[in-house]
């Protein structure tokens, strides 16, 4: 059982490390492979570490190691269509179909913010093509182009009027991406490249060449359990995930892209309100959520703390980032996997969750 927040604030900060290593045990007993977190209060940054960096090994999780960022892509996309806007190359009240003329039946209703922030009404097209188990060893290694992934949605009829609900579809991000090739001419890895990675050094962040299976660098493995069997699902085309959830990054760099983000250094004032004004949280059903922006998150946790960021999950992967919006206390998490996916939800998730909420009251 969680302990209140006025039961943590008297432990000592040993005290609420070893609460937080027993919650991170729990989630590798719970279908976790390992787990990494890292938790940072200004320049005072604590990592612990749970698990093998492969099944057997003996090897724990590496601290530095490269991991498939999946979703957290998002937030890097966003930010470089928020540049583009502050260029005055991308209006975000501009209905798509100016950016993308035929790509989307009706994108003429869909504004570039709503895609932005999941309330498009797009059908996920993930829905149909990211199926776990068997479907995903059969075509783990299989090329789709951004086009072949947004045709699925543009087959579908619209799943509610644009801006009137939220619902998460990788959907807008992939179709964001293309608007980002559209408008600079240069591809959305080469965008993020340039614009982000480069421009903070991540020397451990990569947006992966299409056909490229590989995580490069040090890196624990992801798997999956199917039809009983583990299977280790480190290897895939990222094609499939493209600008919704490509990236291969590590906990270190992401901590630094959180501080750039929240501090200023990223987006000018104008461009972070625009990302950080969210939708109301009753619109957005996840754990500890309290809307959501562009690409970008606040979860509030129970000992008060507001953490701006995003989660993601990928095959054999999971991560979060968050924030508080002065950059100082940070929390960032890799997971590697080996459950069903169909377990995510219930005990795991609520390991998880457990696991976040000790590592927040680390920061009090």
């Given at each position: 059982m969680t302990q209140s927040t006025a039961d943590t604030a008297t432990l000592s900060r040993d005290r609420r490390r070893e609460i937080l290593q027993e919650r991170l045990e729990q989630v590798v007993a719970a279908g976790a492979a390992g787990v990494q977190f890292r938790i940072a209060?200004?320049?005072?940054?604590?990592?612990?570490?749970?698990?093998?960096?492969?099944?057997?090994?003996?090897?724990p999780v590496p601290y530095d190691g490269r991991f498939r960022a999946a979703c957290i892509t998002k937030v890097f996309v966003s930010t470089v269509v928020l540049q583009l806007r502050a260029e005055g190359k991308v209006d975000l009240d501009q209905p798509i179909?100016?950016?993308?003329?035929?790509?989307?039946?009706?994108?003429?209703?869909?504004?570039?913010?709503?895609?932005?922030?999941?309330?498009?009404?797009?059908?996920?097209?993930?829905?149909?093509?990211?199926?776990?188990?068997?479907?995903?060893?059969?075509?783990?290694?299989?090329?789709?182009?951004?086009?072949?992934?947004?045709?699925?949605?543009?087959?579908?009829?619209?799943?509610?009027?644009?801006?009137?609900?939220?619902?998460?579809?990788?959907?807008?991000?992939?179709?964001?991406?293309?608007?980002?090739?559209?408008?600079?001419?240069?591809?959305?890895?080469?965008?993020?490249?340039?614009?982000?990675?480069?421009?903070l050094g991540l020397t451990g962040t990569y947006v992966p060449d299409t056909d490229d299976p590989e995580i490069h660098g040090p890196h624990?493995?992801?798997?999956?359990?199917?039809?009983?069997?583990?299977?280790?699902?480190?290897?895939?085309?990222?094609?499939?995930?493209?600008?919704?959830?490509?990236?291969?990054?590590?906990?270190?760099?992401?901590?630094?892209?959180?501080?750039?983000?929240?501090?200023?250094?990223?987006?000018?004032?104008?461009?972070?309100?625009?990302?950080?004004?969210?939708?109301?949280?009753?619109?957005?059903?996840?754990?500890?959520?309290?809307?959501?922006?562009?690409?970008?998150?606040?979860?509030?946790?129970?000992?008060?703390?507001?953490?701006?960021?995003?989660g993601g999950g990928i095959p054999g992967y999971a991560t979060f980032i968050g924030s508080t919006l002065d950059g100082r206390k940070r929390v960032i998490t890799s997971i590697t996997l080996d459950i069903d996916p169909d377990d995510f939800s219930g005990r795991f998730e609520n390991t998880v969750v457990a696991a976040i909420e000790a590592a927040t009251e680390c920061l009090l």
């Open positions: 209060d200004g320049e005072d940054v604590f990592t612990a570490r749970v698990g093998e960096a492969e099944a057997g090994s003996g090897t179909e100016t950016y993308l003329p035929g790509v989307l039946p009706e994108g003429g209703r869909i504004k570039v913010r709503h895609m932005l922030q999941h309330t498009s009404g797009l059908y996920n097209h993930a829905d149909s093509f990211q199926r776990p188990g068997v479907r995903f060893l059969r075509d783990r290694y299989k090329h789709y182009e951004p086009e072949d992934l947004v045709a699925v949605a543009a087959g579908k009829p619209l799943n509610f009027e644009p801006g009137t609900q939220f619902e998460y579809s990788n959907t807008n991000y992939i179709a964001l991406g293309m608007l980002i090739k559209k408008v600079t001419g240069r591809d959305y890895a080469t965008e993020i490249t340039e614009r982000i990675i480069k421009q624990a493995h992801g798997y999956m359990q199917i039809k009983g069997r583990s299977e280790d699902v480190t290897l895939m085309n990222p094609s499939e995930a493209s600008s919704a959830g490509s990236i291969i990054s590590t906990a270190e760099d992401l901590d630094r892209f959180l501080v750039a983000l929240v501090s200023g250094e990223l987006l000018a004032e104008p461009e972070f309100a625009d990302m950080i004004d969210r939708v109301p949280s009753e619109w957005v059903p996840l754990p500890m959520s309290a809307g959501y922006g562009l690409g970008f998150m606040p979860l509030e946790t129970s000992c008060g703390l507001s953490l701006w960021g995003h």
